[in-house]
C-alpha cells in the first residue's frame, strides 16, 4: 500500500510540475487585459474623382485590400450570417466555446490529428490580430491554448459590437480582400449595399477562401451559400421560402 501510494503522489506531482509548465508557456508574453493592441491594418490607397467615384485602388500583395467599416454600416444580414456560420453563441459565450471545443477534440481524436479548431469569432479575432504569422500557422495545443486565454481577456476588455466590427473588418475573404471591403471585389457593390445572397456567400467565405471562391469554384460556393442560409433559419435570423 505505501509503495501504490508513493507511485500515485510521483504522478501527481509530474503532472503538476507539468501543468505548470504548460501554464508558463501559454500565458508567456500575453498582453494584460488592459493592453491588448487591437490597431485594425490601414486602408489601402485610393485614387477618386471630384465627385467622390472611386477611379484606382493600390492593392499591396502583403496587405490586400482594405477599407474599414463601422458596424452600423455594415449589413445586419452579413452580420447575423457571420455569426449563424462561425459561432451562433457570439453573443452569449464568454469568448470561447466549450461545446464547440468538445466537438472539436472529439473530430481531431478520431482523424488522429488537427481538422477542426472549434474557434469562436472572438477566438479568431486574437489569432489574426494578437499572434504573429508563424504562430497563426501552428496547429499545436499549446498554440490553442494562447488563441483562448486571449480570447477570454479580449471579451473582458472589448464590448461584442467592436470585437465582432474588428472581426469583419480583418477576416480574410479570398483574392487579396479582407474585410467587408471584398464585396466591391466580388460584387462590385458598398458593403452597405449587399443584399442577403451577397451577405450569404460572403459569409462562407472565411473558412476556406480559396476552396469556396466564387470566381474558381462557383458550384462550391453556392453549395457553402445554401449552408450559410440554413443556419440563418436555424438561428430564426430568416425564414424559408
Partial sequence: ???LWRVLLSLLLLTIVLLTGLARYVLSGLPGAGSLPLQPAPDTTKIYDRHGHLLWEF???RSGARTYVPLEEIPL???QATIA????GFYDNPGIEPR???RALVQNLAAKRVVSGGSTITQQLARLMLMSPRERQ??????KLREMALALRLARTYSKDKILELYLNEVYYGNLAYGVAAARLYFGVR????DLAQCALLAGLPQSPAAYDPLVHYDAAKARQRTVLDA?????YITPM
Fill in 191 to 194: 458593403p452597405q449595399d449587399l
Fill in 77 to 79: 444580414y452579413l452580420r
Fill in 138 to 143: 501552428r496547429r499545436t495545443l499549446p498554440r
Fill in 59 to 61: 492593392l499591396d500583395p
Fill in 1 to 3: 500500500m505505501n509503495t
Fill in 85 to 88: 456560420i462561425e459561432d451562433a
Fill in 232 to 236: 440563418m433559419v436555424r438561428r430564426g
Fill in 100 to 102: 464547440a471545443l468538445l
